[in-house]
């Protein structure tokens, strides 16, 4: 028999970046990317109005070292609103991207092109990958920037926020994009707000455990981080959030203990290596779940 | 083809059991001086053999068997539930055999770089809501990877082919269901596919739409393109198909010419005047006979013979009034065929 050796036309690209492009072109159009701005800028004038008030119009009484130090605890509180959103963002719209789009049938006509099912799937995800990293630059680019311009406040380390906030979204993303290969739409979405909630909450519960000198809270905790690094991504944020003389006077003064938003180290070389490695993995599953999936 | 293969087959291997296929290695659709895939003429269209396909408890495919040639018009004819969807799907690679074997333009079915020369009309066709017509059939050259020099006059030439020329820069979501499997039928054109795989093309389609079509069949016929067309409107299959299979709880129960479906035999009813007694002996030899008042009806007659008929009937000094052919539809036989499972 022939086999096809075939080269392809002049002026294509691969077709991962066609979906991916697709995908932009969508979000683009379905105004994901306009309710997105009008969101952010609300939230982003409602904390520089708040900043302000905080900075120079505290209350009879409060010293400034007190601001100082709400600064911070603030600034963390705002960050954490913004990851609660990238993070569920990424769920909503790794979702339906592959089930939905084979109940409505439009994946049916492109997965009869000669196209590899890893293509589709990598495709969707560096289209999504590529709102969500846009999104996240954009909404901590301001947030510090219009934060100083409202209180004086300037946060430290913006880039390592963005870039964890970041990876703490394209986790949940690969999550719920495999999840998505199989699975409806709606039950992808919620599994995957689920697990950010656990995993969230499995942070809190380690707090505690360290806090109190509880070991199996710890473990539980620990184990659960492992599972789903989505908490030990948002640790790292808030780690890059903290000035280092907050972070002092929170040890010192042992206000750190049950306190989930704070983070005394960043995460370890090895944790990071094992988020890469779940990363992988994940979307390893995904790209083998879709090219066994049946249309 | 291995059960256990992924739905989304590189580079499949030859399947035992398939025929053999000869000729240069293709080349690209769409680069100059090389042949696409699917060009090697020596092996059929579409070549089954004993295909199953179970959904857990379901029997979708019960060993289908079937050969479509090249640059023929062949209907899958079925009912509803039949498998023909299945059929086509799994022939795409959109879905795996649990067992048997189907080799499609010479490779394995669901192969990779043979679905560049595939066009198929999916049955549920939806496309991108948010892209315009003509955004729609330059994704697909995108994604085809035909040469970038080519996308213009294939999609200009897609849009006047199905009647959406002056509707190229609306978007998708303002089309009505019918515009929008024109447009799925448009998609299915583009990059002359040596294959297309039409699913139930005219199920949307008013009148003029399903007129549309079969004259897209025919100019597909005659550029030497195989057309599959899955239906279960057997008035479109008898219009424009050149052989059928008609399947039915997964199998194949009857293939072949509409003549040879119908059995090669016809009725034709006579009214004829004047004729002796000689006459009547003789009318044995074209089939059985009957008579109703003027109307003289003769079953059973091989269609070639009516016109000796008519020759005998004037021979003895009739005078043949009417001639009214009436051929066994292809509804009937098909009726038959189920009736017979």
Redesign the interface.
Known sequence: MTTSTVAVGRGTVSPALTIAALTITEALRRRLVLAFIVITAAVVGLSAWGFNRLAHHAGPGITSGEVNLAMPTSYILFMFMFSFVVALSASAIASPAISGEIDSGVLHAVAARPVRRAEILLGKWLGLAGLLAAYTAVVCGLEYVVVYWSSGYLAPDPVPVAAYLFAEGAVLLTLVLALSTRLPTLAAGVIGVAVFGIAWLGGVVGTLGTGFGVTALTTASKVVSYVVPTNGLWQGAVYYLEPQNYIIQQLVTQNDKGDPFFAATAPSAGYLAWAGVWFVLMLGAGVISFGRREL | MSPAR???Q??PA?GAG?P????????????PG?D??GT?RT?PAVHAIELHKRYRTTVALDGLSMTVARGEVFGFLGPNGAGKTTAV?LL?????PTGGEA?VL??PAG??????S?G?L?E?????S??TAREVLV??C?????????WRDEVEGALRTVGLADRGDDRVGTFSKGMQQRL?LG?ALLGEPALVVLDEPTSALDPVGRHDVRVIIRGLRDRGATVFLNTHLLEEAETVCDRVTVIDRGRAVASGTMAELTGGQASVRLRITGLSGRWWQSLERFGRWSTDRDWLLVEGIAAGQIPDLVAAAVGLGGRVEAVVPQRQSLEDRFLELLGEQ
Request: aromatic content about 6%; proline content about 10%; overall charge positive.
């Open positions: 992924s739905a989304d590189d580079a030859a398939a053999p296929a000869t000729g240069g290695a293709p080349g690209p659709a769409g680069t090389s696409p895939p090697d092996s799907k795409l690679g959109l879905v795996r080799m010479g490779a192969d990779r770089e043979t679905r560049r595939i198929y999916p549920q066709f939806r496309y991108q948010w892209l994704l697909h995108r994604l085809m990877r035909l040469d970038r020099s080519r799925g998609v």
